[in-house]
């Protein structure tokens, strides 16, 4: 039996170029390998270190899911959407195959260290925690969306409680750069609520976002921020039910023990049965609220 010499130099010549990956892999994979051989994703991503890298920050409204006014915690379900520049991240689409679009682990490239400044949550203590891909263009636009739970102080005030209105703020920046090395800025002042689920217990108000610029004694440089601003309405027919009405009838229940005959004994069994009332209604109310002196509500005086 004669070997076909033609053929057996065809199939070593296409396993060699299979493996060498000029012809059995895709344009994305090559695509993929050629942007990182080199790629330093600890280095802010231009070519001149005078450079600035500007961020441009979008969010949307999911979800309030609590409001805790003890504790004094805001507890929210947003879409963070990241956009940026990176230098070392454009091609040439005709030598990829038309490719004008590709995406990369969050692991593998540069990302923006944006923290939520004012976070009470120490399991992520800030940082944006959920691993979702990021999308590259061909010119270097990079897109980083992911969806969060973030936890965040929020000053409640009380004083006209169970018809009060709250405002919360939530604050991102950059924790290691300052403003000559990253700029955040804001893609839209109004936040997106497009997709928001009313909550139970909190109607919402106005949702906005601005951007901010702090001086720190510490550093000279200026350190830009973008302030997410929550405007909360209380939805108040549960505790108008079961606070307010009580409340009333106890003030009705105090007047008419006037009306009882002082020589009676009913006047004085009366009288403490409605004191009673009032020390648990206090009680029920202070679990309600949080252990401040900065604000008495008007129900509880």
């Not at 961020?55 to 805790?68: A, H, K, T």
Request: charged letters at 20%; glycine letters at 4%; hydrophobic letters at 40%.
């Amino acid at each position: 039996m004669r070997l076909d010499f033609g053929a057996l130099y065809c199939m070593v010549g296409l396993k060699v170029w299979c493996i060498s990956g000029v012809f059995c892999t895709s344009d994305s994979s090559r695509l993929r390998k050629d942007l990182l051989e080199l790629y330093d994703k600890s280095a802010r991503p231009v070519k001149k270190d005078s450079s600035l890298v500007t961020v441009e920050f979008d969010i949307g409204l999911r979800q309030i899911l609590d409001l805790n006014e003890q504790d004094e915690i805001l507890q929210t379900l947003v879409w963070m959407r990241l956009y940026w520049k990176d230098e070392f991240l454009n091609w040439n689409v005709s030598d990829y195959g038309g490719l004008q679009k590709t995406s990369f682990p969050s692991s593998e490239i540069w990302r923006p260290d944006i923290f939520l400044l004012n976070t009470v949550d120490s399991r992520t203590r800030g940082s944006l925690q959920t691993v979702t891909d990021i999308s590259v263009t061909s010119d270097g636009a990079v897109s980083w969306r992911q969806p969060d739970i973030l936890k965040s102080s929020c000053g409640v005030d009380v004083s006209y409680f169970p018809f009060d209105q709250q405002t919360c703020t939530l604050e991102f920046a950059s924790w290691i750069y300052n403003g000559e090395e990253l700029d955040v800025t804001v893609r839209s002042d109004d936040i997106d609520v497009s997709a928001y689920q009313e909550s139970d217990q909190y109607a919402l108000i106005s949702a906005m976002a601005t951007r901010n610029v702090t001086i720190y004694k510490c550093c000279p440089h200026q350190y830009p921020s973008v302030v997410v601003t929550l405007r909360l309405k209380r939805l108040h027919l549960f505790y108008l039910v079961n606070m307010v009405v009580p409340c009333i009838d106890l003030l009705i229940l105090n007047i008419v023990a006037f009306f009882i005959p002082p020589d009676t004994g009913e006047r004085l069994g009366f009288t403490i049965t409605i004191l009673l009332a009032l020390v648990v209604f206090q009680q029920i109310l202070t679990q309600q609220l949080p252990a401040t002196s900065r604000a008495t509500p008007l129900l509880g005086t």
